[in-house]
């Protein structure tokens, strides 16, 4: 299976992202729509992966007041375990400027992913959206 990622430039593209959004969080996590879809969406770079020509998962990363924050990760269930997320994690560290702090919160139960591509736990573990999560801080690369 090959995984294409791209950096999101058209509306079709922006549609596609949050399609994918809306069944993995909202229908998938139960998350509420006025959560998920959220003050940042303008503010934020976001990626589609695809896989022969079907758009498969997607991310986000934006600026914060203390570095770049990734977020909205999601892969369609169907494509899960087959190094999608991984490559969009890679994508995205390698458009990033790595001398400033670059992080995220990890839902619990992907912890161990995101340690096997270098981010590190940080502080206490803390619910949102009900879902234990982690933030884990990648490490500079100056």
């Given amino acids: 299976m090959e995984v294409q990622v791209k950096i999101v430039e058209t509306a079709q593209d922006?549609?596609?992202?949050?399609?994918?959004?809306?069944?993995?969080?909202?229908?998938?996590?139960?998350?509420?729509?006025?959560?998920?879809?959220?003050?940042?969406e303008d503010k934020a770079t976001y990626v589609l992966a695809n896989v022969d020509?079907?758009?498969v998962g997607t991310a986000r990363w934006r600026k914060t007041d203390?570095?770049?924050k990734l977020e909205r990760f999601a892969v369609l269930e169907a494509?899960?375990?087959?190094?999608?997320g991984k490559k969009m994690t890679i994508f995205i560290l390698n458009h990033?400027?790595?001398?400033?702090l670059i992080y995220l919160n990890a839902q619990e139960s992907a912890i161990?992913?995101?340690?096997?591509?270098g981010f590190k736990s940080t502080g206490p573990k803390f619910k949102?959206?009900?879902?234990v999560h982690q933030k884990m801080i990648y490490p500079r690369g100056e």
Avoid: T
């Fill in 96 to 100: 990033l400027d790595q001398s400033v």
């Fill in 79 to 84: 494509f899960r375990s087959n190094g999608v």
């Fill in 53 to 55: 020509g079907q758009s």
């Fill in 112 to 117: 161990g992913f995101y340690e096997k591509l």
């Fill in 14 to 40: 922006k549609d596609s992202v949050l399609s994918i959004r809306k069944e993995v969080f909202i229908k998938g996590l139960n998350i509420p729509e006025q959560m998920e879809i959220d003050a940042n």
């Fill in 66 to 68: 203390v570095g770049i």
């Fill in 128 to 131: 949102e959206a009900n879902i």
